[in-house]
T-cell receptor, first 114, second 112 residues
Framework: EAQVTQNPRYLITVTGKKLTVTCSQN?????MSWYRQDPGLGLRQIYY???????DKGDVPEGYKVSRKEKRNFPLILESPSPNQTSLYFC?????????????FGSGTQLSVL | GENVEQHPSTLSVQEGDSAVIKCTYS??????FPWYKQELGKRPQLIID?????GEKKDQRIAVTLNKTAKHFSLHITETQPEDSAVYFC???????????FGSGTRLSIRP
């Protein structure tokens, strides 16, 4: 089944403890992206990747890191989480970045930073 | 950069009535306008999209209209049903850009 898989689904952590949210897609998509969803603010892009080893900042990249060593994986890293990073996170992918195609979203990760 | 504004933030309609959600965008170069639906606890999913070379697109009870001159586009849902209850996001993108900008979302509730 074609899908975007995120893990974990829920995560509670403490300030300063490094964490990684994994994202994997099995559709051979070139484009992958991370969003955070906060009430009243919609979906805001954190980082995106046009292809392997090509990443760039979105609108709210501060406090986050990403890597794209393989086409299928695009992990989101929080080196030193803070309470303002408590949010619902979505990974998404699409076949290519150059055309207007729909985004396939993962199931989301609800992160709470205490 | 592109900015997308979405209204209203919440909308409650009687089952069977129509619902309309409106969005405006700032970048006249934007040429792709998708709408995503997010049911409670679920991931956003594309329900309809429109490109700038057309003014209207329909898919059963859902339609989207685009006014390029005024830089606004709208989602129309007719004969609303309980399963239409969800958060709806509009978005805009231009071909030369690598990112899509989302509106802030509309929570639609269908009253029985």
């Amino acid at each position: 089944e074609a899908q975007v898989t995120q893990n974990p689904r829920y995560l509670i952590t403490v300030t300063g403890k490094k964490l990684t949210v994994t994202c994997s897609q099995n559709m051979n998509h070139e484009y992958m992206s991370w969003y955070r969803q906060d009430p009243g603010l919609g979906l805001r892009q954190i980082y995106y990747s046009m292809n392997v080893e090509v990443t760039d900042k979105g609108d709210v990249p501060e406090g986050y890191k990403v890597s794209r060593k393989e086409k299928r994986n695009f992990p989101l890293i929080l080196e030193s989480p803070s309470p303002n990073q408590t949010s619902l996170y979505f990974c998404a992918s699409s076949p290519t970045p150059a055309t207007n195609e729909k985004l396939f979203f993962g199931s989301g990760t609800q992160l709470s930073v205490l | 950069g592109e900015n997308v504004e979405q209204h209203p933030s919440t909308l409650s309609v009687q089952e069977g009535d129509s619902a309309v959600i409106k969005c405006t965008y700032s970048d006249s170069a934007s040429n792709y306008f998708p709408w995503y639906k997010q049911e409670l606890g679920k991931r956003p999913q594309l329900i309809i999209d429109i490109r700038s070379n057309v003014g209207e697109k329909k898919d059963q009870r859902i339609a989207v209209t685009l006014n390029k001159t005024a830089k606004h586009f709208s989602l129309h849902i007719t004969e609303t049903q309980p399963e239409d209850s969800a958060v709806y996001f509009c978005a805009a993108r231009k071909s030369s850009a690598s990112k899509i900008i989302f509106g802030s979302g509309t929570r639609l509730s269908i009253r029985p």
